[in-house]
């Protein structure tokens, strides 16, 4: 009987000489190294859509802990499934997970910015948050 | 008619903050494949956009692509259904059935009478009158021909609407012709693939919800935003290729290697799809990726494309036996030419009388 | 006609046409020649010629004494293209494929780089040696259509396949069926032409060195 154990499948790097970073992970780096520079530059900012990449099995991971894990987190879920936005350990590169509302990955992006927008109070919900505030307000006014 | 409630409208009604909506839109940017800096744009027209009708006939087909559909994690089905597009008819998914369902399409196709949208999965019997798939007694022709006229544009879901998939493999018994065939006055966007990868049907809907417009087509079709690149050009596995390192079977070192599948019959070079980058179940994985290669079910006649596990460059058909023959022919065909020849220069030869000096003198002399 | 339905028929009829001609011509001319035969020699033979035939076959691969400072061009370039081209016909991956779907038998191909270089260096050698036979006014009065058309169908399957591998010029799918395509023709092409030297070269030298053997000569 032989059973999935017995089946040895092991990935092999394109690139041998180990230590060294992995192909596509050394040209995502330089991208985001390019983008950076802008980001200090002109502060224009930028975003990767990690969907859009053919990585290899263990690129992901291998591109994660590359960019490290910084001091902020954050997450917020507005009734669509959660949003995880971490800062990498790259200063001004943000991690950017959307879930849908099983939990699944919908999207997900490398924000290249100070603060991804997502984060940022939107100003329509502010306009909604003045306007009950008011309301509020006038209705203690009145009593 | 009531005035059409707009899409951002709608979701701020439902208490959907402007930062969800952000998200919802990244997650429709990536969905169509269009780069992050869309973001904005795509929100803009969002905003602004109001849910199409839809109506989708299923036809001599398996199933498979609203199988598909369902699957799809970006957007979810759900959230597509209710949040965007208003699906009116889908004999499979909806709930009412038999006469009230038939009603459902008469009545979604009066309302919206050249402003819906159009889908079509399977491909469509046309011989002996179409008789080989009806549904409530009429033909596919039938009723695609009267669905077509009053749709905006039809978007052709799988390689049988697209291409007409296996129904139209040799030998085709039912007469089966994909959508373009039969309707030749509106738009077609083909999403093919066996089964399409459910993101890129959803993708399409959300190009169309958001643009108001088709895609940019290739030229069967396509959305080139999903179809533009073959499988081979963003293989993770293209540098194995270069690299001249092959899987020979399917349980050799190649293979747990994760090298190469082209030795193995991958038809990636000549495949366009976006396998390679959106992959397959929620972005898990992709045939190549699980050790297979690709069968290329996203081009027109891949099933008769002389077998999944034959290299690209080798030939279709066996000819072992037919160079085998012309060898042989050639052999005999050489001989008698050689047997003729040879004959030829000893009748010459037979025919060669000598002449002396002194025959010639005399000659000259007489 | 689409790509796809070119392709498919580059793959299957079009090659079944192409490699009958190509093994049903082959067989013609090589056996029609070998039972025309040379007339008997008479003489009473001062060496074998078996010997000096295989010498004849090997020496005449080397350069004549002047010959490389006389047309250095014609003969390295010849080399080069000839070892490039039969390098990349047999050496290249999807090419063993093909003799393995037709025959069943494989061996180990090389690596896409050092394909890529023979390639290149076959095209750049056969460029040379045509502008070389244009310019040279020797050569171009030697030279027929026959010769052209020669050099036409040999370089056409070098330089598609180059443009289909490197994604040049058309969309893969139809460079790949233009490649096929140019195979078949000079396939079809190669038994009546001046490229049947593929088969007869070694056989005429064969003969050469042998009737030159039997003489007791240097051929």
Redesign the interface.
Known sequence: MSGLDDIHVSVTDIDESDGRLRENVHAILHEIETLLDALLQTGETSAIDIRSLPLLPGDYDALASALGTGEISAEFDGGSGPTVVVETGTSGVWWVTHYNDENEIAAEFIEVTRIPEILMSQDDDIQDSLKGLRERLQNERSH | MKKQVTLGEQL?QR??????F???C??A???M?L???M?PRVAAALDKAVRPSVIWLSFQECTGCTESLTRS????L??LIFDSISLDYHHTLQAASGTAAEAARDKAIKDFYGKYLLIVDGSIPTKDDGVYSTIAGRTNIDMLKEAADGAVAVVAVGTCASFGGIPYANPNPTGAVPVSELVTDKPIINVSGCPPIPVVITGVLAHYLTFGEIPALDSFGRPLAFFGE?I?????RR????????A?SFDDEGA???WCL??LGCKG??THNAC???KWN??VSFPI?SGHPCIGCS???FW???GFY????????P??N??G???V???A???A???A??RK?SAAKRAHHTVTADELKKKEEA | MTAEALLAWARGPGMQIALAVFFLGITVRIVEMLLIGRAPDLAAPRKSGVAAGWRTVFHRSLPTPGMLKRSPLVFVGGYIFHLGFLIVLVLSVPHIELFHGVWGIRWPGLPRSLIDLAAILSIGAMVALLVHRLVDPVRRFLSRSGDYFAWTVTFLPLITGYFATHHMLLPYTQMLAVHILSIELLLIVLPFTKLIHTFTLFLSRWYNGAIAGRKGVAS
């Open positions: 701020r208490g959907i903050s402007r930062r969800t952000l998200k919802l990244a997650v940017t990536s969905a494949a780069p992050p800096a973001i994690h970006a957007p979810t759900e959230s073959s081979h050009d963003r293989c993770y540098p194995f290729y270069d690299q001249g390192k092959f020979k747990r290697s994760g082209f030795e070079p000549t390679a980058t959106k929620g972005g990726e081009e027109p006649n008769d494309g002389g034959k290299a690209l460059s080798t030939t279709t058909r000819l072992a037919w160079t023959a012309a060898v022919t050639g052999a065909v050489g001989a030419a050689g047997v020849a040879k220069r």
